[in-house]
T-cell receptor, first 111, second 114 residues
Framework: GQSLEQPSEVTAVEGAIVQINCTYQ??????LSWYQQHDGGAPTFLSY????GLEETGRFSSFLSRSDSYGYLLLQELQMKDSASYFC????????????FGKGTRLSVIA | DSGVTQTPKHLITATGQRVTLRCSPR?????VYWYQQSLDQGLQFLIQ???????AKGNILERFSAQQFPDLHSELNLSSLELGDSALYFC?????????????FGQGTRLTVV
C-alpha cells in the first residue's frame, strides 16, 4: 500500500519562505505530486516530481529525494492568499495503484 | 474551471437513504477517481475507474458502489446512509491512470446526512 506523512499545520509570516515536508511509503514509485486546496474549494495541482531534484514553478518549488522517500514543497514570498491546505500525493508504479494523498498541511500566512 | 463537473453541489438526506453522485470527467480523460473528504481530513481514496473498468479500490465501504459508463461519466452510489457519511465527495480525472502527473478535480458534492 501507500502512505504519506506531512505536518498538520504550519504558520508563516507574509513575505517569508516556508517548507512543507512529506515522507512517503509506497510499493514502487511513480512520482510525488503537490496539490493546494483552499477552504471549501477543490484541490488544484501545483507540481510533480518524478526524478530527484528541484522543480521550480514561479514562487513554488518542489523537491524530491527518492532514496530518502522524501519531498518538500517550498513556497517563497508568501502571500495571504497562500493560506490553504497543501497535500502531497504519490502513485505507486504497478498498474493498478491509485493516486493517494497525505492528510494535508494547513498553512496559515499571517501579517 | 478544471473541466470536471460534479452534480449535485449540495445534497441533504436522511439516514438510511440512498443517493447518487455524478461526475463528468474532462474531455479526453479516461480515468476517474472518487475521494471522500471529511471535516479537517485528508482526501480518502475510494475507487478508480479507467475506460469503464474498475482499476483500483481504496477503503470504500460495502454500502458504497460506483461505475463508469461508456460515455465515461461516473456515478458514486451511497446507500444505507449514516451520519458519518457526511462529507465532501470529490471526483477527479486524468488522461492516463499510470501517469503521476496532474489530476483535475471537480468542485465536489457536499453530502449532509441528517
Amino acid at each position: 500500500g501507500q502512505s504519506l506523512e506531512q505536518p498538520s499545520e504550519v504558520t508563516a509570516v507574509e513575505g517569508a519562505i516556508v517548507q512543507i515536508n512529506c515522507t512517503y511509503q509506497t510499493s514502487g514509485f511513480y512520482g510525488l505530486s503537490w496539490y493546494q486546496q483552499h477552504d471549501g474549494g477543490a484541490p488544484t495541482f501545483l507540481s510533480y516530481n518524478a526524478l530527484d531534484g528541484l522543480e521550480e514553478t514561479g514562487r513554488f518549488s518542489s523537491f524530491l529525494s527518492r532514496s530518502d522517500s522524501y519531498g518538500y514543497l517550498l513556497l517563497q514570498e508568501l502571500q495571504m492568499k497562500d493560506s490553504a491546505s497543501y497535500f502531497c500525493a504519490v502513485r505507486g508504479a504497478s498498474g493498478n495503484t491509485p493516486l493517494v494523498f497525505g492528510k494535508g498541511t494547513r498553512l496559515s500566512v499571517i501579517a | 474551471d478544471s473541466g470536471v463537473t460534479q452534480t449535485p453541489k449540495h445534497l441533504i438526506t436522511a439516514t438510511g437513504q440512498r443517493v447518487t453522485l455524478r461526475c463528468s470527467p474532462r474531455s479526453g480523460d479516461l480515468s476517474v477517481y472518487w475521494y471522500q473528504q471529511s471535516l479537517d481530513q485528508g482526501l480518502q481514496f475510494l475507487i478508480q475507474y479507467y475506460n469503464g473498468e474498475e482499476r483500483a479500490k481504496g477503503n470504500i465501504l460495502e454500502r458504497f458502489s460506483a461505475q463508469q459508463f461508456p460515455d465515461l461519466h461516473s456515478e458514486l452510489n451511497l446507500s444505507s446512509l449514516e451520519l458519518g457519511d457526511s462529507a465532501l465527495y470529490f471526483c477527479a480525472s486524468s488522461v492516463d491512470p499510470n501517469s503521476g502527473t496532474e489530476a483535475f478535480f471537480g468542485q465536489g458534492t457536499r453530502l449532509t446526512v441528517v
